[in-house]
């Protein structure tokens, strides 16, 4: 087998270990952090996507600021929509 097959199905070997991480958080006795890990674990996979499957390890720089442009923004619509709901009182007791 080349190279390459052996490195997709490395990647291929971690997005398993990372689902069975999911799961495993899930159901595991983490409390309020689970949200938080779960995200942190869904980030780790769409890294994986985007570098090995979408090829953006091949690229040049312009299109890897570009995801990386898309990431930031999420970020930013993920932490303002937080803020609202925080100021709502949504999330008091």
Known sequence: ???KA?????????L?????LTV????????????AI???IAFAKA????????HLREESWL???VAVAAVAWLLILF????ADLVTRGVFRA
């Not at 398993?16 to 069975?20: D, G, K, Q, S, V």
């Open 1 to 3: 087998m080349s190279g």
């Open 79 to 82: 932490g303002l929509t937080q």
């Open 16 to 20: 398993m270990t990372l689902l069975a």
């Open 63 to 65: 299109p890897r600021l």
């Open 47 to 54: 890294g994986l996507i985007f570098w090995f499957f979408m």
């Open 6 to 14: 052996w490195t997709l199905i490395g990647v291929w070997a971690a």
């Open 24 to 35: 495993g958080a899930t159901f595991g006795p983490f409390g309020a952090l689970k949200p």
């Open 38 to 40: 779960n995200l942190a």
